[in-house]
């Protein structure tokens, strides 16, 4: 049987479910209904992240992300405490090793300033006595970033969803989107129990938080793009349990800011743990967590689109030297040593990877900027830039304005 709704959302991740909050506040009367494959929220992105409320360090003044993350930041800090999820509010440091880092300090001490977060120039001695485990020439301090479970927030906002009266249908795989002029359907099936058989849903309007599947979804409904989602591996180790308190705050390297990765930082979890990671390294399987992870399907399609090639050219010495220390554990090591050099090998315990969907031009541009298609009745978000956990909630206002204004295209052409 056919079910009508007015809005429906693919995506169960944090940014999907802000966007179907987001709709059904703007428009209570409506049905909504949030799609999800798998049969619990946020098991993608979302839940194989490090947890941090980034404050927008890095991003260029003026910009959507930086005014959306400083946004976030607040809104995520209100709803935590709203709905009594634990926050750790530790603050972070960025800590320079060499001259070079000193001077890209310099620069990102300037754009926090411009972007109006705060943040606190060390020297080598105040660094020390703030953290005595970590050595650097210096640091920035920035005292608003904070620590969450990302898991916990999805579902308290799924939570609220359904008690404004949304409808959430989980373990529903979306196999086919059809555009009409006055609806668009869905044809969906179980993702557990193929012999089930397919179903139909239809709405007035369709958003697509697809994340690792966001180019998928728009081939599904033919729409021409110049993009595809390359999967890039975050691996990620556990310090042992004697190190829990090794340092007090979120303890990251200055960013080379020619990579679009931050590199390999000392991240406090919200149960305690302190993990290190992430590192980049190429991804042949989209949902891909384990040590050993390969799909035919994703991999021949990464294979034949032309950015992989050119992306992977551009920067192969650096892909090259990621995939030996994701298999040579003391090159890891030597990685996190450099601002802490207390840690051993035998520190290092394993711990779940996570996967970026990175959004790639056909000429290899990695893509850090919001990127959107869209049809009379679907919006699809091809790209939200990281750090979309902590942006969530803005990102879902921004979400529904572009909808808004589709729809009054649509009905007054």
Same mark, same amino acid.
């Given at each position: 049987?056919?079910?009508?709704?007015?809005?429906?959302?693919?995506?169960?991740?944090?940014?999907?479910?802000?966007?179907?909050?987001?709709?059904?506040?703007?428009?209570?009367?409506?049905?909504?209904?949030?799609?999800?494959?798998?049969?619990?929220?946020?098991?993608?992105?979302?839940?194989?992240?490090?947890?941090?409320?980034?404050?927008?360090?890095?991003?260029?003044?003026?910009?959507?992300?930086?005014?959306?993350?400083?946004?976030?930041?607040?809104?995520?800090?209100?709803?935590?405490?709203?709905?009594?999820?634990?926050?750790?509010?530790?603050?972070?440091?960025?800590?320079?090793?060499?001259?070079?880092?000193?001077?890209?300090?310099?620069?990102?001490?300037?754009?926090?300033?411009?972007?109006?977060?705060?943040?606190?120039?060390?020297?080598?001695?105040?660094?020390?006595?703030?953290?005595?485990?970590?050595?650097?020439?210096?640091?920035?301090?920035?005292?608003?970033?904070?620590?969450?479970?990302?898991?916990?927030?999805?579902?308290?906002?799924?939570?609220?969803?359904? /008690?404004?009266?949304?409808?959430?249908?989980?373990?529903?795989?979306?196999?086919?989107?059809?555009?009409?002029?006055?609806?668009?359907?869905?044809?969906?099936?179980?993702?557990? /129990?193929? *012999?089930?058989?397919?179903?139909?849903?239809?709405?007035?309007?369709?958003?697509?938080?697809?994340?690792?599947? /966001?180019?998928?979804?728009?081939?599904?409904?033919?729409?021409?793009?110049?993009?595809?989602?390359?999967?890039?591996?975050?691996?990620?180790?556990?310090?042992?349990?004697?190190?829990?308190?090794?340092?007090?705050?979120?303890?990251?390297?200055?960013?080379?800011?020619?990579?679009?990765?931050?590199?390999?930082?000392?991240?406090?979890?919200?149960?305690?743990?302190?993990?290190?990671?992430?590192?980049?390294?190429?991804?042949?399987?989209?949902?891909?967590?384990?040590?050993?992870?390969?799909?035919?399907?994703?991999?021949?399609?990464?294979?034949?689109?032309?950015?992989?090639?050119?992306?992977?050219?551009?920067?192969?010495?650096?892909?090259?030297?990621?995939?030996?220390?994701?298999?040579?554990?003391?090159?890891?090591?030597?990685?996190?040593?450099?601002?802490?050099?207390?840690?051993?090998?035998?520190?290092?315990?394993?711990?779940?990877?996570?996967?970026?969907?990175?959004?790639?031009?056909?000429?290899?541009?990695?893509?850090?900027?919001?990127?959107?298609?869209? *049809?009379?009745?679907?919006?699809?978000?091809?790209?939200?830039?990281?750090?979309?956990?902590? *942006? /969530?909630?803005?990102?879902?206002?921004?979400?529904?304005?572009?909808?808004?204004?589709?729809?009054?295209?649509?009905?007054?052409?």
């Amino acid at each position: 049987m056919n079910k009508k709704y007015d809005y429906l959302v693919i995506g169960g991740g944090i940014l999907g479910v802000a966007t179907a909050n987001a709709l059904l506040r703007r428009h209570p009367a409506s049905k909504i209904l949030l799609i999800e494959k798998e049969s619990t929220l946020a098991c993608h992105q979302t839940g194989h992240n490090s947890g941090v409320i980034h404050a927008g360090v890095y991003y260029a003044p003026g910009s959507l992300k930086a005014r959306f993350c400083k946004e976030g930041v607040q809104r995520t800090v209100d709803f935590c405490r709203q709905h009594a999820i634990p926050v750790d509010n530790c603050g972070k440091l960025l800590v320079a090793t060499n001259e070079t880092e000193v001077c890209r300090m310099q620069d990102l001490l300037a754009r926090c300033r411009e972007n109006g977060i705060e943040v606190e120039a060390l020297d080598q001695a105040q660094l020390q006595a703030r953290e005595p485990n970590i050595c650097g020439l210096g640091a920035l301090f920035v005292p608003s970033t904070s620590i969450v479970d990302y898991r916990l927030v999805t579902k308290h906002m799924a939570s609220d969803f359904t /008690a404004s009266g949304g409808d959430t249908a989980l373990d529903t795989q979306v196999t086919d989107i059809t555009e009409h002029s006055d609806h668009i359907e869905l044809t969906c099936c179980h993702s557990h /129990a193929a *012999s089930a058989g397919s179903f139909a849903v239809s709405g007035r309007f369709l958003v697509c938080c697809g994340g690792l599947l /966001a180019d998928r979804l728009t081939r599904m409904m033919g729409l021409e793009t110049d993009f595809q989602i390359i999967p890039y591996r975050g691996e990620y180790y556990r310090l042992a349990a004697r190190h829990h308190q090794i340092v007090r705050h979120l303890i990251y390297p200055i960013p080379d800011p020619s990579l679009p990765f931050l590199g390999v930082h000392l991240t406090r979890m919200i149960d305690g743990s302190v993990t290190v990671g992430p590192n980049a390294v190429q991804g042949f399987k989209r949902e891909g967590y384990g040590r050993f992870n390969f799909s035919l399907r994703d991999s021949l399609d990464m294979l034949a689109f032309p950015g992989f090639w050119h992306v992977t050219g551009k920067h192969l010495k650096t892909g090259l030297r990621e995939f030996k220390d994701a298999w040579w554990k003391a090159g890891y090591l030597e990685r996190v040593r450099k601002y802490c050099p207390a840690l051993a090998l035998s520190d290092l315990e394993p711990y779940p990877a996570g996967i970026r969907a990175q959004a790639v031009l056909k000429d290899g541009t990695l893509v850090h900027d919001f990127l959107f298609a869209d *049809s009379p009745r679907s919006l699809h978000v091809c790209n939200a830039p990281s750090p979309a956990a902590t *942006s /969530a909630m803005p990102i879902a206002d921004y979400i529904c304005d572009k909808v808004t204004e589709i729809q009054r295209k649509s009905e007054a052409g």
